[in-house]
Nanobody
Framework: QLQLVESGGGLVQPGGSLRLSCGASGFSLGNYAIGWFRQAPGKEREAVACFISRAGTPYYSDSFKGRFTIARDNAKNTVFLQMNSLKPEDTAVYYC??????????????????WGQGTQVTVSS
């Protein structure tokens, strides 16, 4: 059974950093399209970043370029989201997702078959 589990969320002060992890079981993340999403209260789920090729080419939604970094460790079967310079508006539940197919348009804001349960990130002083 394919399963994704996020971890690493928590409370952080504005300007701080967090690294989220997404561990997979039942399949190899390196063979799947992986994306990170977030959903804030009262808002729609939005794509943060994703890999757009098996080679691990990253793509970022405009709002996150320069602050967030997606990375993959195939040996650990884990995908990471490094988040820097966090702002209160980054407060949301963050999800990772996986799918057998890669999309080209749109790259990240697209359907995924498999989702984790999410991890809460709260940015507050």
């Amino acid at each position: 059974q394919l399963q994704l589990v996020e971890s690493g969320g928590g409370l952080v002060q504005p300007g701080g950093s967090l690294r989220l992890s997404c561990g997979a079981s039942g399949f190899s993340l390196g063979n799947y399209a992986i994306g990170w999403f977030r959903q804030a209260p009262g808002k729609e789920r939005e794509a943060v970043a994703c890999f757009i090729s098996r080679a691990g080419t990253p793509y970022y939604s405009d709002s996150f370029k320069g602050r967030f970094t997606i990375a993959r460790d195939n040996a650990k079967n884990t995908v990471f989201l490094q988040m820097n310079s966090l702002k209160p508006e980054d407060t949301a539940v963050y999800y990772c997702a996986a799918d057998e197919k890669y999309y080209t348009n749109p790259y990240c804001q697209r359907p995924y078959n498999y989702w984790g349960q999410g991890t809460q990130v709260t940015v507050s002083s």
